[in-house]
T-cell receptor, first 112, second 115 residues
């Protein structure tokens, strides 16, 4: 049982490049989330989804886009990366019968 | 909108001493509350959760937390600190209104254990 898997685990981008982070869960969970973690700021919600085909903005959505075309996958896109987007990104999911979130292992992104 | 405040970004305690990490929340509806722990270069692991059953919740590794509605608090405690408890701890709140399924985290408390 893989749980929540994030791809890739590490990435270095140049300013202005684009990339997509993939979050895949095999628990048939309805709700999925993308967070960024920065020192002293905890985890801040970027975007989230309450079901296939639906997405919503979190507290820090600027510069990011998301899509949830399939229930098991939640994609986070950076169209034009900036150094301020250097961070560790975490994906999480919650099912209808769960109360707590299950997390991926994180993606460390550096934008130079 | 819900929010979480963790008082003290860094807490140091001696090995064997009481651990107390503070968390206060704000929510317009009865919340679910969580404590997660993060060890260096790892993901988040659930320590314990409050889901409106017992107000005193016991978790893994000897930690417990008490939900106090009147104080809007959910402080994390452990009677005797161990070196392996050194980590960063996050309090989180989740509300489940239709269309609002946000999970909001505090800014974290880094716990250092002094030998």
């Amino acid at each position: 049982n893989a749980g929540v898997t994030q791809t890739p685990k590490f990435r270095v981008l140049k300013t202005g490049q684009s990339m997509t982070l993939l979050c895949a869960q095999d628990m048939n969970h309805e709700y999925m989330y993308w967070y960024r973690q920065d020192p002293g700021m905890g985890l801040r919600l970027i975007h989230y989804s309450v079901g296939e085909g639906t997405t919503a903005k979190g507290e820090v959505p600027d510069g990011y886009n998301v899509s949830r075309l399939k229930k098991q996958n939640f994609l986070l896109g950076l169209e034009s990366a900036a150094p301020s987007q250097t961070s560790v990104y975490f994906c999480a999911s919650i099912g209808h019968l769960n109360t707590e979130a299950f997390f991926g292992q994180g993606t460390r992104l550096t934008v130079v | 909108a819900q929010s979480v405040t963790q008082l003290g970004s860094h807490v140091s305690v001696s090995e064997g001493a009481l651990v107390l990490l503070r968390c206060n929340y704000s929510s317009s509806v009865p919340p679910y509350l969580f404590w997660y722990v993060q060890y260096p270069n790892q993901g988040l692991q659930l320590l314990l959760k409050y889901t409106s059953a017992a107000t005193l919740v016991k978790g893994i590794n000897g930690f417990e937390a008490e939900f106090k509605k009147s104080e809007t608090s959910f402080h994390l405690t452990k009677p005797s600190a161990h070196m392996s408890d050194a980590a960063e701890y996050f309090c989180a709140v989740r509300v489940t209104n239709f269309g609002n399924e946000k999970l909001t985290f505090g800014t974290g408390t880094r716990l250092t254990i002094i030998p």
